[in-house]
């Protein structure tokens, strides 16, 4: 017979962690992470992504980059999100903000160290892009093997 105990440490164990990717807008590289998280992880980890602050569109040139590069279109799966509007995550990835990046509580927190491809042209964009993905993927291997 199994307890109460045993049953919530063992839906613990089989829960997939959370992670949050931040940035202070959550327009561009954290929705390119989300998005790339599905996509790629989605069988190892949760994919939220979230800022201090939102703007009304996810940038249109990651939109754009994202469907060409992966065939994702962010406008149909996702919109921006303060941090209070995701589950509190397992690990916090901060995306390399150039400006005080918000902190969230986290059991493993990680600062990728992006920088922002907003303005830049579509071979900083696609760099920006591959470079996430690499980092989505070495994630996800790094969780599996926990």
Same mark, same amino acid.
């Given at each position: 017979m199994i307890n109460n105990q045993e049953k919530t440490e063992t839906n613990a164990m089989d829960r997939k962690p959370k992670v949050a990717f931040i940035c202070v807008h959550n327009?561009?590289?954290?929705?390119?992470?989300?998005?790339?998280?599905?996509?790629?992880?989605?069988?190892v980890f949760e994919s939220?992504?979230?800022?201090?602050?939102?703007?009304?569109?996810? +940038?249109q040139d990651a939109v754009r980059m994202m469907k060409k590069?992966?065939?994702?279109?962010? +406008?149909?799966?996702?919109?921006?999100?303060?941090?209070?509007?995701?589950p509190?995550?397992?690990?916090v990835i901060l995306?390399?903000?150039?400006?005080s990046c918000p902190i969230l509580p986290g059991k493993q927190v990680e600062n990728w160290g992006l920088e922002d491809?907003?303005?830049?042209?579509?071979?900083?964009?696609?760099?920006?892009?591959?470079?996430?993905?690499?980092?989505?993927?070495?994630?996800?291997v790094r969780l599996r093997n926990k």
């Open positions: 327009s561009c590289r954290s929705q390119i992470a989300e998005a790339l998280g599905r996509e790629l992880a989605s069988d939220y992504s979230a800022g201090t602050e939102i703007k009304a569109l996810i +940038n590069l992966h065939g994702i279109d962010m +406008n149909l799966t996702q919109y921006s999100k303060l941090i209070e509007d995701i509190e995550p397992d690990i995306m390399g903000c150039n400006v491809p907003t303005g830049r042209d579509d071979d900083f964009f696609a760099g920006t892009i591959y470079e996430i993905e690499e980092k989505i993927l070495d994630l996800k």
